[in-house]
């Protein structure tokens, strides 16, 4: 069984979370995606040796989302959920594990968002929340969607690691 190594950071003070909370759930939804050997196959780790995943997760708002956006995506707006894949997008000779743990890089969710596209969705806050972590999971894990098909592919995955919680 890997060991997971997940820090989340609240950088956004105005708006309170329970951060043991979602730790505790995050933790559930990790261990669900990372143990499902289908997926792993499809993914960034396949044919690695490790212990022990690490990622981080850092809350914000909408505007210092929409900053990290513009600057590194250029696009000048907020949005959801941006991902840090340094895993993933790194080329297979930069990928490094030390001491037996894998870095997958960072998860920035925007606060306001979540709030915004629960009711939006008529969706509570949490399901929104856990439904847009699990997308940035699978984005540390190398998966995207630029096709339907992979479109698909992550909101069926996303739908069933956001279950394990909810």
Known sequence: MTKLNIFIENSYPEYEIDEVSIYNDV?????????????????????????TISFDIVFTDNEKIQNINHEYRD????????TFAIFADSPEMERYILDGEINLGEIIVSLDKIETQSNENNVTFRDELYYIISHGILHLLGFDHQTQQDYDFMVEHQNNAKAVVL
């Open 75 to 82: 696009k000048n707006m907020p949005t959801d959920v941006i």
């Open 27 to 51: 933790i559930k939804i990790a261990d669900f995606l990372f143990n499902d050997n289908a997926l792993l196959s499809k993914s960034c780790l396949l044919n690695y040796e490790y212990e």
